[in-house]
């Protein structure tokens, strides 16, 4: 939730009368008496989460972007693994306050020109926060377009526990995976889930390489003068840290899935082994969690094999990113975050194992269909954890911005879902989720969001198993 903040300068009748005096009548300050009248503030430099207090942006909701891309990777070694990025992004947004200054986010990268509604505007950048100054200033509700010219020097960006993430520069290309607050790294962007917005992509890379991003491909690559630009249509909503526009030397794959949906894989020629041989699992993997969570919620899927690493999987929106390899479980795992992160995603980052508690459970249910280890298996592997192991010991549903990606969030996770089916029964639990799905579809949704659903659609008073399971830094043993 975006948070007001007002300036002092307005705060007092006597203040704002003095403002009155100096700028005239014209002035957007609300006269005494006259409450109707715009107060003009600036947007807050973040979108209120508490463990990321700088991401997103307070003020704007962002409609859409449309990000004109130009990228060199770096030469070959020895030369620095440095790549050179320019951009032009055309960003269509709402004022959700009436703004007389509002910031995007940016990092490591540098902003030539913003143009608001066609005219070219003041702007600054102070650390990591594109501060632009609108004139006129916008009302609560009006529309703008925002042009921001941009580049510089990319590099391999880490998050705050050291993570590779964001536009992580490779020799043959980039891995673009941005969770949580990477974004910034490589387009000027409202940097949070609670703004979901749609995408456009024109990314022009030497010839020979391949430019992948969400969505589809909205026309056929064009190549002049040794450069391609590849197209991108990504028309469902979409939270930033889920955008990529990932650069190698990939080898595609189109096909279109057994439910309907069309596949576009991208896989470096280094690693089309056994990542392919899981990937191949796509089409069976959609029917099964169709069956489970509703039907697909976007128009493509597809999956992007990279030679090299960022240590991690991530379930960019409509087109995974897998580092190296892609073994079945993950490419489950990635799968079910289409649905449990992607179409219904965190309100804020301490909700994040409603992410991969679901998606950490779907691989359980996954290899039960595959006759491997039932999901009450998997839950009794957890519970025989011993109760002073350090597992136990944080609180699932509050895991600190260090703890998002820690085992406990995704184990006791699952953990806490498999409990919650004991508890209220098949039908319920999957009725839950297809509500789930589809109430929250589009949009982001909380713990508090989830735990009441679980006991509208159950009747079930469920007080102490969620307090239990998810706020309790010590092993379940009742609940
Ligand atoms: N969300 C990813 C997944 O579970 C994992 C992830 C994102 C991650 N950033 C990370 C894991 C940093 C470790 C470190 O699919
Ligand atoms: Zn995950």
Redesign the pocket.
Known sequence: MPFRRRPALVATATGAVALAILAGPSLAVAAPGNPGSPRYSAGADGAGDPYFPLAGNGGIDVLHYDLDLDYTPPEPAPAPLEGELQGIATIDLVATQDLDRFNLDLRGLTATEVVVNGKPMSFDQVENELVITPRPKLKTGSHAQVIVTYGGTTTRPT?I?G?L?GWVTTRDGAMV?S??DGSATWFPVNDHPTDKSTYTFEITVPQGLVAVANGLPSADPTTAGGFTTWYWDAPDPMAAYLATASVGDYVVNEYVAANGTPIFDAVDPARLGAPSAALALTSDMLVFFEERYGSYPFNSYGAIVDDDS??????TQTR?FFSRTAGEG?VA??LA?QWM?DHVSPERWADIWL??GW?TYSTWMWNEHRDRATAQESFDEILAIPADDEFWASEVADPGPLG??TDPV?DRGAATLHALRVEIGDAAFFELAKTWVERYGGGTASTEDFMALAEEVSGQQLDTLFKVWLSTPSKPTTW
């Open positions: 998050d526990e993570a993430y995976v969770e949580p960022v240590g991690y999987a991530l379930e995974s993950t795992h990635e975050h992160g992410n991969e998606a998002l990606f995704y």
